[in-house]
């Protein structure tokens, strides 16, 4: 079945949903979520979600119900404040109660084609992340794409990567990384093992025909990079990604059985501990009766 092609011209998120409780741990995806509002000029919704406490400081005003979750929401309101005096940016505070996983689903919901925004442990990969994780369900459940952020920001994104294995998801991450950051260099990079080779495949041929199937936005296949690794798919990426400065990858995510994969089936694990650097998740369009499948537990 052929795939639907996108429209290819440079596209603007309508909006941001960051998912934060506005601690010191998300200080991260708070000042990425600021940049990118500024720089694609768009509203950023910060949302808080009740959730059974993580700190034992946090038991008593959980036990307490109510009076715990006004208070907790009025010190979150106080720092939101605090956090944009003086901003110029449209910004927003949103509450939940429940889960976090379907808190954040169902709010990205009522944002459609919003990017969400989440953060991550510097000291944990981002296969721990994913695998098991509130990541992972948003990854699963999300009509939008899911920014995992790692890093410090040093300014707006410029050095981006897109991992490939010729799939259709790998082309919808190209495709929505050209769209959203126009005028950029990206590099597509594709590892193999030589041992596993189809002499009828050169590696580089196909990764030509690949770019040539992607609907890009005029001009943007003059700024793509193909580069090709020879070795272990996910050392080759971590090493690509820690000595070019890597900003951000951008994966293409699979449906495999209602299960999401992320490019390489079973490698994908090994791959999502290499990326060290902030990771921006595209999902497919969700087909009819999916929905039922990824429950937002």
Not at 36 to 42: K, N, Y
Not at 274 to 282: G, Y
């Amino acid at each position: 079945m052929r795939r639907r092609m996108p429209d290819p011209s440079p596209t603007t998120p309508p909006g941001l949903l960051l998912a934060t409780d506005l601690s010191a741990r998300c200080d991260r995806p708070l000042e990425r979520a600021k940049q990118l509002a500024d720089e694609f000029s768009i509203p950023l919704v910060v949302l808080t979600v009740h959730d059974a406490p993580q700190a034992p400081g946090d038991v008593l005003q959980w036990l307490d119900g109510d009076a715990g979750r006004a208070h907790q929401e009025r010190a979150a309101r106080e720092e939101f404040a605090r956090e944009f005096a003086g901003s110029s940016l449209q910004v927003a505070q949103r509450f939940a109660t429940g889960p976090a996983p379907a808190a954040i689903l169902d709010s990205a919901a009522t944002l459609p084609g919003a990017i969400v925004v989440a953060g991550a442990s510097q000291h944990d990969s981002l296969g721990d992340l994913l695998l098991g994780s509130t990541v992972e369900k948003l990854a699963r459940g999300l009509a939008q794409p899911l920014l995992v952020v790692r890093q410090r920001v040093r300014g707006p994104y410029r050095r981006i990567m897109v991992a490939t294995d010729f799939t259709p998801a790998a082309a919808l991450a190209l495709e929505t990384a050209a769209r959203l950051f126009p005028g950029r260099r990206i590099t597509v990079f594709h590892a193999h093992d030589a041992d596993t080779l189809a002499p009828d495949a050169p590696p580089h041929a196909e990764l030509i025909r690949f770019l040539d199937g992607c609907a890009l936005p005029p001009g943007a296949r003059e700024l793509v990079d193909p580069v090709i690794g020879e070795g272990e798919p996910a050392s080759q990426l971590a090493r690509h990604v820690v000595d070019n400065s890597i900003d951000l990858v951008v994966l293409g995510l699979h449906e495999e059985s209602a299960l999401m994969r992320l490019l390489t089936g079973s490698r994908s694990e090994y791959l999502l501990q290499a990326v060290v650097c902030d990771t921006l998740l595209v999902r497919p369009p969700v087909r009819p009766g999916e929905d039922d499948e990824n429950e937002k537990t």
